[in-house]
């Protein structure tokens, strides 16, 4: 967002894997007061209009019409708000403007209540109004105004139901409507949202502009009458309903920014189906469901710890890793981001990496500051550190905490969100790794306090949550990064002290969060194309007042078009919804990116602006090299990205997660669970085939430890203190559950995943029925390759391996190409689950492995690749040679039915 911060943070990608498992029911949740979206000021940014106690006016789109009420000298005072909607009481306005305004997030415009009269002067413009008197059936009055001469927006003046006003004219670009019976409550709104339309409509073009008038016109603005949400039994999605009451033929929004993601294939569900309208919104289409209530589903990100191995060698970049560690709380610190956050999560994250002077200081800053970082308002006078200061929102009387903040103009103030958010992923990030979870426990009513900003300033919009408390939403990325982060902080707390009403909150709050921050990647596209950001923009979260946050690439400072992958820091957490839900959206992002700076991993690249953070420092790189990472980049591309930027160290404590990150390619698995327990070392030995863990317990424990399995290595055994004990693998998870205490020494044994069995024509476990003489034509596999000519499938050859193993394997097979080759040789893999036929068309892609498919063998000789002669006699078909490579174990209770 192009505002500078000296001392900024991580955030760590935190799960949520029971350690008190506790079963969740749904709830009712009663919306909070929102006044995070509406505010201590009253201009705020609607789907379509930014509306004021004085005025409204399109927006992002230009040019803007301006509408301003009477001669704008009313004042406002807060009546009612929620998440949802806003009244505001208007005081000593001129004639002419409203004594009531009602804003809304479910509708695209507001309402305003008039007295006998109503007056509107529109500026931006010359306008003409036109007036549409009820059609027959029809019991509502409406006036459209719009632009004469220019493109503009169109407005919609739509009347109370069985109002007729007495009278009304448009003069001087001024709308006056009188009626001496009063006038009352009149909506208005965009029947075409934020869309310009020119001028000189052709007639078909206006019918339709009027038929959606008319629609709109008999729609009331839907009031938010009841709100549930409940996890799924298998905690991995959140089921929400929403209840509303309206008049009209429909009466259920859905968030823009829901349905928007959808579109772009986000994994959410809504029952019945969406209905996008023509009225488009600064997040995308007005939509809609078929009648009073709407439920849908929405995913939760993978919720998991990253817990690192520590690899043989690599001596040099476990150096590099501890060189980065830094930032860690001291003396200087005033905020609880520093005291409780900052270098030390980045640094733990990796802690089997970490040398054990670092360890020390990592646990001698804890021990000092953490405590003091969770210490809560009011202070004694003269207390030394007083981290959270305390207000409270005036129209409410609901008070929050807050301990950093940005400060813009008037009243704006910015980041209390990332502010908020850092201490409690620390927070959680400290247990994680100390296994003390009582020191979370006693901290617990101060987690929530912290919170409370999150729950006041949550809106229907999905925005999340606000970028300071002056109305404006979460804007950039690391502030809504930080926001995501901080809250899966608090499911996982909230599942590891069995809280399961707070932990069904928490878990709800994510779900909702995770729409709009995976969205962001798909927005710049979109955006670039309705006009509301320019050609070289890049969207970087929402804005109320302007739609969209951006960054300009490659004029800009590249730490704008970076922040949008983390909190400040890099961290798993706030990475894992784009790979999970994103699909190549991360991929397109760093593409851009990279366009727009090529030299983006050189760090002593200098450019002709001013950059926040010392051009490529290790702060700006470091993040696209970690995404660069999981979307699986060469680990020498990678090495070289690293090499290239480290010597600038501007901020480089949020570096060590992104060497162990790229270390851990070496090593079989990732740990993903284990509380409560503290890590205390985790190493892989590739020449024992052994990863020796060892982990402190407080107190004796059913204790659950889960890794996700990462290369071909299979496991074969685990032993927990020097005995054998049950495991499973479900899919790439190794899972054991134990009751244990004190000191745990944990070995998984691994056996080597096994080579390739390639069987070429010449080897024993080749043969034919039928005669197959040798091929003159070059481009075979080693000696030679086989042919037969069709005639019906009476003759075949088979490739038979012995499977060493059983698993997920993939076939390959190789031939030699001609013209006269068959179109479509007719293999068949028999495998565990039957038997299928892959046709192969040989005059093309010869003399190279041709994947046939991924299949599951059992361990032996059931397994076989068969080539028939079933071709047109014409035809040839070429038997030289097939590989077996194996994939992955099979997951535990997959049951085949037939053939793949």
């Given amino acids: 967002m192009g505002i500078s911060r000296q001392r900024r943070c991580t955030a760590i990608r935190i799960s949520a894997v029971a350690v008190l498992m506790a079963s969740l ?37 230009e040019p803007d019409l301006r509408g301003t009420f009477g001669l704008g000298t009313g004042t406002a005072s807060v009546v009612s708000l929620d998440a949802t909607q ?38 931006g413009s010359t306008f003409i109004a036109q007036r549409e008197p009820a059609q027959t059936g029809r019991t509502r009055h409406w006036i459209l105004v719009r632009a004469q001469s220019a493109s503009c927006n169109p407005i919609l003046i739509a009347f109370r139901s069985g109002f007729n006003p007495a009278s009304w004219s448009m003069t001087a670009n001024t709308l006056t409507v009188q009626d001496p019976g009063g006038i009352g ?7 075409r949202g934020i869309a310009s339309l020119p001028a000189n409509l052709p007639a078909s073009a206006l019918s339709a502009l009027i038929d959606d008038c008319e629609t709109w016109a008999a729609r009331e603005i839907p009031v938010l009458t009841s709100f549930t949400s409940a996890i799924t039994s298998g905690r991995e999605a959140v089921r929400f309903t929403e209840q509303f009451t309206a008049s009209g033929p429909f009466v259920a929004p859905v968030s823009p920014v829901l349905a928007f993601a959808m579109s772009h294939g986000y994994p959410a569900s809504v029952e019945g189906g969406i209905t996008n309208t023509n009225c488009l919104t600064a997040q995308g289409p007005f939509a809609h469901v078929s009648g009073t209530s709407a439920s849908y589903e929405l995913p939760l990100p993978p919720i998991e710890e990253r817990g690192y191995l520590r690899p043989p060698g690599q001596a040099a970049r476990q150096v590099l890793l501890n060189d980065l560690v830094g930032h860690l709380a001291g003396p200087w610190v005033t905020n609880a981001v520093d005291m409780a956050y900052a270098g030390m999560t980045n640094a733990a994250v990796a802690w089997p990496l970490l040398t054990p002077a670092n360890q020390a200081a990592i646990t001698n800053a804890w021990n000092t500051y953490l405590s003091t970082g969770f210490t809560m308002p009011p202070y004694a006078p003269g207390t030394p550190k007083q981290p959270w200061n305390e207000e409270t929102e005036p129209f409410t009387g609901e008070s929050y905490i807050w301990t950093y903040h940005i400060t813009g103009v008037g009243p704006h103030r910015y980041d209390i969100d990332w502010g908020n958010a850092l201490p409690l992923l620390g927070l959680q990030a400290y247990a994680t790794r100390s296994g003390d979870w009582p020191f979370v426990s006693t901290r617990w009513n101060a987690v929530q306090r912290i919170y409370r900003y999150f729950d006041l300033g949550h809106d229907w919009c999905w925005m999340t949550v606000v970028n300071g408390d002056h109305g404006w939403s979460t804007g950039t990325g690391d502030p809504y990064a930080a926001t995501l982060a901080g809250t899966i902080a608090c499911v996982k707390m909230a599942r590891a002290l069995g809280q399961s009403a707070l932990e069904e909150k928490f878990a709800a709050h994510v779900a909702r969060i995770c729409v709009g921050y995976v969205a962001r990647l798909w927005y710049t596209d979109w955006a670039r194309a309705q006009g509301l950001i320019g050609s070289q923009s890049l969207v970087l979260g929402f804005m109320e007042n302007e739609a969209f946050t951006r960054a300009v690439l490659g004029t800009q400072d590249p730490w704008g078009a970076s922040n949008i992958l983390s909190a400040d820091g890099v961290i798993h957490t706030t990475y894992a919804p784009f790979i999970e839900f994103g699909g190549n959206a991360l991929q397109q992002y760093e593409d851009r990116y990279a366009a727009a700076y090529p030299a983006w991993y050189d760090g002593s690249q200098v450019y002709p602006f001013t950059t926040t953070y010392n051009g490529n420092s290790v702060y700006v790189a470091f993040p696209h090299i970690f995404g660069r990472t999981l979307l699986g980049e060469s680990t020498a591309t990678l090495w070289n990205y690293v090499d290239s930027c480290e010597s600038n160290r501007n901020n480089a404590w949020i570096g060590p997660p992104v060497i162990a990150e790229i270390l851990a390619r070496d090593t079989p698995m990732l740990l993903t669970q284990w509380q409560p327990a503290r890590l205390v070392d985790a190493v892989w030995s590739p020449t024992q085939g052994r990863a020796a863990l060892e982990f402190d317990l ?55 995943a096994p080579p390739d069995l390639i069987i070429d024509n010449t080897d024993a476990e080749f043969s034919t029925a039928g005669s197959w003489p040798s091929s003159a034509n070059s481009g075979h596999y080693l000696t030679n390759s086989l042919y037969h000519f069709g005639d019906g499938g009476a003759s075949s050859a088979t490739w038979r391996p012995s499977i060493p193993r059983a698993g997920f394997y993939d076939v390959y097979a190789w031939w030699v190409a001609s013209s006269n080759r068959a179109t479509a040789a007719p293999y068949e893999v028999t495998h565990a689950g039957g038997t299928t036929s892959t046709p192969q068309n040989q005059t093309i892609n010869g003399s190279q492995w041709v994947l046939l498919g991924r299949f599951i063998f059992d361990a032996g000789t059931a397994g076989a690749v068969v080539l028939r002669s079933s071709v047109p006699g014409t035809q040839v078909v070429s038997a030289d040679a097939v590989r077996f490579t194996y994939a992955s174990p099979v997951p535990a209770g997959l049951v085949l039915l037939g053939a793949d």
């Fill in 86 to 123: 806003k009244t505001l009481a208007i005081s000593g306005g001129s004639p002419g403007e409203p004594s009531q305004i009602r804003y809304t997030l479910l509708y695209p415009g507001f309402s305003a209540t008039f007295g006998t009269q109503m007056e509107i002067r529109f500026t």
């Fill in 25 to 61: 029911s749904g709830s009712a949740e009663t919306f909070p007061d929102g006044f995070g979206r509406f505010g201590r000021i009253n201009e705020d940014g609607l789907l379509t209009l930014l509306v004021t106690p004085t005025h409204f006016e399109t927006f992002p789109t």
């Fill in 698 to 752: 407080l107190q004796s424990t059913d204790w659950r430890l889960t890794a996700r399995l990462t290369s071909t290595e299979q496991p074969i055994d685990v032993l927990v203190n020097g005995s054998s004990v049950p495991f499973s693998i479900t899919g790439d998870s190794l899972s054991i559950q134990q009751t244990v205490n004190g000191s745990v020494q944990v070995e998984v044994v691994f056996s080597a």
């Fill in 185 to 191: 409550e009149v909506r208005i709104l965009t029947p």
